[in-house]
Structure formats: structure tokens, C-alpha cells
């Protein structure tokens, strides 16, 4: 099988430039999307530090950034590691308990905000994909299985053994983060390497996917990317068989067997997350979104929104106002 070339389509889509307002909070340089879109360098504490790698505790990073309580995106990827605090983290309208043991993963694009108690804490890791790419070229970040975000959960839950595993790599990464020593990058990344590499052998697929071939598990992951890259333009499933170098029958056997969903189903998945992101975050009307997702019919997409939530995109629109 030839599918994995499909890595050769991938690009990094999320660079959307940030300008930085009077009040000393990021601003996005957008036009009708009214939701921050931030990177690394938005952050007052690397003025003087890397403009790719970001590591803080999450009490500090929580104080000195108030502006990141309310929804928004980042072009960059996180992990978050809760030690103590409580609450409640939503990405991508899904809403997840935040409790000591708990570890976040978000990718570049996706939407996200909180509510914790005030004795929050933990660590927080921003990195962009230059900066992991630059020392592993031949590697890919959706390896890491929680980077995944149409095919796994984005949180992991950590017992007593498992923190104390992951400190010592934590503490290093800090110390190489705060110190100003030779080949910097280099060791931050390595450290980085090492905390997701103990993640992974960590993390639990959902039971949808487990136990499936490391073929299968491959070809899922390259056929997530492709969807994220082109759901807007392209629906037809012999596009992403065809990308992927195997037949549309073959994608959809495997997408069925790991998913319980067709491939069609994976991809009306990604249009409808874009539809609600767009309902709740941006200044366009349902029509402007219905064109924006490639709809030439207004009335075909909202009976596609309407038969997915049971409800109207404005009614959609009104509950999460």
C-alpha cells in the first residue's frame, strides 16, 4: 500500500497573523470572525524566549494571560497537565471535567475555553510544528495518538505512578525553558520528544479504534488530515480513496470496522463542527455559512445542520449566545 503518501498533501494551515492591541491583549487580524486566533509570541512571558516553545506553570500562565478564559483558537499545539484545581474545560462544544491527573491535548484550529477553581494548577506546553519538524523532519505529529482530534478523545487521565513517571521529564523540560544554554532548541525538543512518547505508551484509544492494525491506524490518521484539509471542497469519498491509494470500499470497510462511521459520516462530521464554529463565533448569517462550507444550496444545508442536532442553525446560534 502506497496511502501514506498522503503525507505529502499536509501543510500548515493555521498562521493567521496576531497584532497586538492598546490594552496589551492579542489581537486576530480577521475580517468577520471575531474569535482570537493567538500564537506563542502573544504571550508577554517570551518576549525574551523562544517564539516556537512555551512551558509554564498553569496557576502563572492563568494569572498573567486573563484574556485566554473566554473561547479561542491557537495556531499552535498544547498539552496541559492539571495537578490541582477543579472544573470544567470545553473544546469544540464537548465539555470535559478538569480534575488533578488530567492532561489536555489541543491542535492548531481548535476552539476552546474554561471555567476552574481558583487553585488551579499544573503544567502548560505550547510548540508549533516547525519547531517539533526542525529536529524530527521525518516525523509527524498525528503519530502521537492524541493529536488526533476526529478519532480520539483529547484528554487522558493520570494515576499517583503515572505523574510521578512523567516529573522528572517536566522538570527538565522547565529548567532547560528557564535556563539560556547552548543548543536550547535542541534539548527542548528532545524533552518534548521523550514527554509524548511517555504519553503515548500512556494513552488509551477509545474502544472504537483499539486493537486495530498499525495499517489501519495509519491510514485513519492520513485520511483525518486530508479531511481537515479539504472537507470544504471535496465530498465525495473516491477523492480521499484516491489520496490515500486504496479504494473507496476498502476506506469505508475500515472507517466502519475502527469507527463505527463511513467515511461520509467522518466527513459531514468535520462540516458540522466548522457550521457551529461559525454559528457561535463569527459575524456571518447562516447563508454566508452555508456558501463558506461550499454549500451552493442554502436550503440543502440547513436540512443537513437540522437532521444532525435537531435543530436550526440560528436556533443553534441563539443557545450558545
Known amino acids: 500500500m502506497l496511502y501514506f503518501y498522503a503525507r505529502l498533501y499536509l501543510t500548515n494551515k493555521y498562521s493567521t497573523r496576531i497584532v497586538a492591541n492598546t490594552a496589551g491583549k492579542p489581537e486576530a487580524n480577521m475580517q468577520k470572525e471575531h474569535l482570537p486566533i493567538y500564537q506563542i509570541q502573544d504571550f508577554e512571558a517570551l518576549s525574551q524566549k523562544e517564539r516556537y516553545f512555551y512551558f509554564s506553570s498553569f496557576a502563572t500562565h492563568l494569572e498573567e494571560h486573563q484574556f485566554i478564559r473566554e473561547p479561542h483558537k491557537h495556531d499552535f499545539y498544547i498539552i496541559m497537565i492539571v495537578t490541582k484545581g477543579t472544573g ?73 505512578d503515572d505523574e510521578q513517571l512523567l516529573r522528572p521529564v517536566l522538570l527538565r523540560l522547565q529548567q532547560e525553558y528557564e535556563d539560556d544554554k547552548p543548543m536550547r532548541g535542541v534539548m527542548l525538543s528532545r524533552y518534548l520528544d521523550i514527554l509524548m512518547i511517555e504519553l503515548t505508551r500512556l494513552f488509551q484509544p477509545s474502544e472504537s479504534i483499539a486493537g486495530g492494525t498499525g495499517r489501519d491506524q495509519t491510514l485513519l490518521q492520513n485520511l483525518e488530515r486530508l479531511i481537515d484539509l479539504h472537507y470544504k471542497a471535496h465530498r465525495p469519498v473516491a477523492f480521499y480513496a484516491e489520496h490515500l491509494y486504496v479504494t473507496p470500499k476498502h476506506l469505508n470497510e475500515v472507517c466502519k470496522k475502527k469507527l463505527g462511521k463511513t467515511t461520509k459520516e467522518l466527513i459531514q462530521q468535520r462540516l458540522l463542527l466548522e457550521a457551529q464554529r461559525l454559528l457561535v463565533h463569527a459575524d456571518l448569517t447562516s447563508s454566508q455559512i452555508a456558501a463558506e462550507l461550499g454549500y451552493l444550496d442554502n436550503a440543502y444545508f440547513f436540512r443537513f445542520f437540522k437532521k444532525q442536532l435537531c435543530c436550526t442553525p440560528e436556533q443553534f446560534r441563539a443557545m450558545h449566545q
Open 88 to 160: 470544567n474545560h470545553t473544546i469544540d462544544f464537548r465539555e470535559y471535567e478538569v480534575k488533578p491527573g488530567t492532561v489536555f491535548f489541543m491542535t492548531p484550529g481548535q476552539v476552546h475555553s474554561w471555567d476552574l477553581s481558583a487553585d488551579a494548577d499544573g503544567y502548560v506546553i505550547f510548540f508549533t510544528h516547525g519547531f517539533y519538524s526542525r529536529q524530527y523532519p521525518d516525523r509527524v505529529l498525528y503519530d502521537y495518538p492524541f493529536f488526533n482530534a476526529l478519532l480520539s478523545t483529547p484528554v487522558l487521565r493520570l494515576s499517583g
